[in-house]
């Protein structure tokens, strides 16, 4: 049994997860077991505990965790180490998302990125169109080598239940991920990504898992309410208490 690993992303596959961990069967447990519909409450239940390890309780196997490890062409570690402004902190924003319901206003960012320059950090942002949130003079481009040597390079990534995140996660970088529809146990794989949501208790459609009496299809896909709800001023407390 293998999770996909991080080379596995691709551009046409944004949700592909970026773990590998070779499973070992443990003979006292005989029984095996199919995954139903309670899987995702279980998950959405769980936090740092893991998705992996819910897995291998229910097949009676073990995990020895090996992680993937990213190559980075030298030219992109020094176009990433390029970007350090002397006295200042870097982050990268990663503002896209294929799936909307996962996405974070647009102008969050821009209050965010102004947030950060406040608090002593320089920004870039992954992609090539400025992350339609105008900083193209800011640009990281789409190549996966050079987004996980800028991630290596960054006091923090700042993104979405996306590839972007899970692939700087994967390069070891420290992540902040913005969540809404979804819950942290997509990331309990990796303790440097630490994720910002409203609590459910305010707001019970947070960690719907696009299903369920709290989504409404097309309505929720145009702008997801737990996604608006988490402020930039959120954000910034978090990155704060983790750079």
């Known amino acids: 049994f293998k999770q996909k690993t991080a080379y596995e992303i691709k551009e046409c596959d944004w949700s592909s997860d970026v773990c590998s961990s070779d499973l070992v069967a443990v003979p006292a447990a005989a029984s095996m077991f199919s995954l139903t519909s309670t899987w995702a409450n279980d998950c959405a239940e769980s936090t740092k505990a893991g998705r992996l390890a819910h897995w291998c309780h229910g097949m009676g196997v073990e995990a020895r965790w090996k992680r993937p490890v990213i190559q980075v062409s030298q030219?992109?570690?020094?176009f990433a180490n390029g970007l350090r402004v002397p006295g200042k902190r870097l982050a990268m924003l990663c503002p896209r998302s294929t799936s909307p319901i996962r996405e974070w206003p647009l102008g969050y960012w821009v209050t965010l990125e102004r947030l950060l320059r406040d608090n002593g950090f320089e920004s870039v942002v992954f992609g090539e169109d400025g992350g339609g949130i105008g900083m193209q003079d800011r640009n990281v481009g789409l190549s996966w080598s050079r987004c996980a040597a800028v991630a290596q390079a960054c006091d923090v990534?700042?993104?979405?239940?996306s590839?972007?995140?899970h692939w700087c996660g994967t390069a070891n970088a420290k992540c902040v991920a913005i969540l809404g529809p979804t819950t942290e146990g997509v990331f309990s794989h990796m303790d440097n990504v630490y994720c910002v949501s409203v609590a459910k208790r305010k707001m019970p459609?947070?960690?719907c898992w696009f299903g369920g009496g709290y989504f409404h299809g097309h309505g929720c896909s145009?702008?997801?309410?737990?996604?608006?709800?988490?402020?930039?001023?959120?954000v910034l407390a978090e990155i704060m208490s983790v750079v």
């Open 163 to 165: 590839a972007p995140i």
């Open 157 to 161: 990534v700042v993104g979405l239940d």
């Open 222 to 234: 145009l702008g997801c309410c737990a996604m608006s709800n988490v402020t930039p001023e959120m």
């Open 205 to 207: 459609c947070v960690g």
């Open 75 to 78: 030219e992109d570690v020094d």
